[in-house]
């Protein structure tokens, strides 16, 4: 079992930034292939950006390429978003998951957190 802890949500101006954490703990991190996603209301779930375990493979969502870094520090069970030159539209919650199979933005993770809300105003 692995349990994720997601935070670093907020408020935003359109523009700003902001970088989301997620630690991990329960099972040996560096095992597992990582994901950010997000949901906005009334929309599906939808992938925003993966990263193998040992960082090699990393694939983002098309909108978020060169505004999102996704990263990981296995001696600290965290992987990160940062995220910059925020947008309305990045406004959801966002969640990250576990899987010990890299399977990038497939959304059959086996872990999920329970999310951090971001919010960017115009």
């Known amino acids: 079992q692995v349990q994720l802890v997601e935070s670093g949500g907020g408020l935003v101006q359109a523009g700003g930034s902001l970088r989301l954490s997620c630690a991990a703990s329960?099972?040996?991190?560096?095992?597992?292939?990582m994901g950010w996603f997000r949901q906005a209301p009334g929309k599906e779930r939808e992938f925003v950006a993966a990263?193998?375990?040992?960082?090699?493979?990393?694939d983002y969502l098309d909108s978020v390429k060169g505004r999102f870094t996704i990263s990981r520090e296995n001696a600290k069970n965290t992987v990160y978003l940062q995220m910059n030159s925020l947008k309305p539209e990045d406004t959801a919650v966002y969640y990250c998951?576990?899987?010990?199979?890299?399977?990038?933005?497939?959304?059959?993770?086996?872990?999920w957190g329970q999310g951090t809300q971001v919010t960017v105003s115009s």
């Open positions: 998951a576990a899987k010990t199979l890299y399977v990038g933005r497939a959304l059959n993770y086996d872990y």
């Open positions: 329960g099972r040996t991190f560096r095992n597992y292939a």
């Open positions: 990263i193998s375990w040992s960082g090699s493979r990393i």
